[in-house]
């Protein structure tokens, strides 16, 4: 068969990158630090894979122009194979896809970060912005909810972001007696309700579990939050990444095109798809 | 638009003079009509609609997306070949329309494209119903065609719908004559095909009688298999056992009626239940596509009716639906 070289506009095809750096945060999931040079808004994300294996969606955790990092998890196919990758190895990308976090429209106003698990991975894109833009927030909240003090992320950060911003981190159990990083036992929605805080200039952005999400929108609009203040990261399976695949349709809405970054008040009556 | 004439007796001539250029794509018969490529004008079969849609011939079962070799990847390049598609139903040329608008309009993808470049899309038009499952009169269809051929008993009548079907006009100059005189909208209508009477469904996501369709289905994804516009896929890698160093990207057809198509990692399913599957079909074909694009994604053939191993009819259950609107709360 003829072959033409690899050419831009095919949409599909991934680019080889480094990695820069590969970090181990806890005992199923990772860091990886890769030489993608790309503009990108927080919460965006990336399709990640290796050749002969396949690809995932993964949101880019860092604020840079000059390298991307990416939170990984260890829970399929493609994600098991990156956590066999080293510093200095080849992954392939494209991106990068979705709609992220619209910080340039929230300019002076506080933020309030929920994750939970794995779903602090895209908010810490936004503590990252913030960060290379502190002239534009006000305060920073943040209440980071993990199962253990084994499963807590980016442990590197954690201490600059303890002496900086307002942070709260929970386990839901606390399997070994000790607390690290001031963390409390308990659920992320006990702390958010025992929390005084108002939704007075005050943007909430939420990620984590179904569940969790349920229950901490619940008690964000007991505190007095508006539909318009809560912004939602979805998560969903994706092929193409270009809103023709299908997969990852909430209702009429392609998480891969739409999203994953969505207010509340636009996803609110898809909350059980 | 220009009209043509071509004698009924001259069209396997004509069909067969085509032939010395392109590769012609029609609907043939042996166990089931299906379109394919022919080698005999005779073989060209228009009794009854094709039980499997077109859309095979421009979106693949199965495509390779590239091959790679280590890290270095190569795309495979295709054949130009002049295809003429013969035999397509005003529901089978609106589907084409649907998918371009995804694939081609949307996204720029470039496997579509090249498949869907050289291919000229001849027409023909039902005087009847050709399928008691039909229903495209109750959707919003449009022209689309590059040549359409009206069945008038013992001739053609033979409607320009482009400049691609007035250069394959042109060039087979020998066989038309004029017909002095054009198509009424009149005769444009086929009759029996508006069984469809609730076409927005917006007020029904909640309605009990979903459960008439999903609690017979067999989630086996024949409709959306037969769907002409269905378009989801699912893309894997595939590599040689021999060498796990070589292998390629392929992109398949999936369907939104199976479980495994929201499953995430960890084992979370969005859509697990059936009756949501079968939902989201309905919603997809009727009202998301329209959300996005403008128009219903339905065209009305009535496939996935006819292939539905438990022959759940959706248009009947729309219908109910409707009629019975008050009574269930709607």
């Known amino acids: 068969m003829a072959k033409q070289k690899t050419t831009v506009e095919n949409p599909y095809l991934p680019k080889p990158y480094k990695i820069l750096e590969f970090y181990r945060e806890t005992s199923d999931s990772f860091t990886v630090k890769a030489d993608m040079e790309i503009d990108h808004d927080p919460g965006q994300f990336v399709q990640v894979g290796l050749l002969g294996i396949g690809e995932c969606p993964i949101s880019i955790c860092s604020d840079s122009r000059e390298y991307i990092q990416l939170n990984i998890r260890e829970v399929g196919n493609v994600t098991i194979a990156l956590s066999k990758l080293e510093q200095g190895d080849t992954v392939f990308i494209r991106g990068p896809y979705g709609k992220g976090y619209p910080m340039r429209y929230l300019k002076g106003n506080s933020l309030l970060i929920i994750g939970g698990g794995c779903g602090v991975a895209p908010l810490k894109g936004i503590i990252d912005y913030a960060e290379n833009h502190r002239r534009d927030y006000k305060d920073l909240t943040l209440l980071l909810g993990y199962r253990s003090p084994d499963d807590i992320l980016f442990q590197r950060e954690l201490l600059e972001w303890k002496n900086r911003y307002n942070l709260q981190v929970t386990v839901d159990q606390n399997t070994h007696g000790k607390f690290c990083y001031g963390a409390k036992e308990g659920f992320v929605t006990d702390a958010l309700e025992s929390m005084d805080i108002s939704n007075n200039n005050q943007i909430a952005f939420v990620c984590g579990p179904p569940v969790m999400m349920k229950f901490v929108i619940r008690s964000l609009k007991d505190k007095g939050f508006n539909d318009d203040q809560i912004f939602l990261s979805t998560e969903r399976l994706m092929y193409c990444a270009l809103g023709v695949c299908c997969h990852c349709m909430i209702k009429g809405k392609f998480t891969c095109v739409d999203g994953p970054v969505f207010r509340y008040d636009e996803i609110k009556d898809l909350e059980n798809e | ?330």
Request: hydrophobic share 30%; with cysteine; charged share 30%.
């Open chain 2, 1 to 330: 638009m220009q009209v043509l004439r071509l004698e009924k007796k001259r069209l396997l001539h004509f069909l067969d003079v085509v032939k010395k250029g392109f590769e012609i794509i029609a609907p043939v018969k042996s166990d089931l009509v299906r379109f394919s490529k022919i080698y005999h004008a005779e073989e060209i079969y228009l009794e009854k609609q094709s039980y499997f849609p077109v859309k095979e011939y421009f979106f693949r079962k199965e495509e390779t997306l590239f091959q790679f070799r280590g890290t270095s990847i190569t795309v495979p390049a295709y054949a130009a070949k002049k295809r003429m598609f013969f035999g397509l139903r005003r529901c089978d040329l609106n589907a084409i329309k649907n998918q371009d608008i995804v694939f081609i309009g949307d996204m720029g993808d470039p496997y579509y494209k090249a498949a869907r470049e050289n291919s000229y899309l001849l027409g023909y038009h039902c005087n009847t119903a050709p399928s008691p499952y039909c229903f495209c009169g109750s959707l919003d269809l449009v022209d689309f065609f590059d040549l359409m051929f009206f069945d008038k008993e013992d001739h053609f009548l033979v409607e320009v719908g482009s400049e691609r079907g007035k250069s394959l006009a042109e060039k087979y100059r020998e066989f038309f004559t004029d017909s002095q005189r054009l198509i009424t909208q009149n005769e444009k209508r086929i009759p029996g095909v508006h069984r469809l009477e609730n076409k927005d469904i917006s007020g029904f996501y909640d309605h009990q009688d979903w459960k008439k369709g999903a609690d017979i289905c067999l989630s086996c994804g024949a409709c959306t298999t037969l769907c002409p516009t269905c378009y989801c896929f699912e893309i894997h890698d595939e590599v040689k056992t021999a060498d796990p160093c070589k292998g390629e990207r392929r992109r398949e057809w999936s369907s939104c009626q199976l479980q495994e198509f929201t499953r995430v990692a960890g084992d979370h399913i969005f859509r697990k239940e059936r009756e949501d599957r079968f939902k989201h079909r309905i919603y997809h074909q009727l009202q998301y596509f329209k959300e996005k694009y403008g128009v219903q994604m339905c065209v009305g053939c009535g496939r996935c009716i006819e292939g539905c191993p438990t022959r759940i009819d959706f248009v009947r259950i729309l219908n109910e639906m409707k009629n019975g609107k008050t009574e269930n709360n709607g």
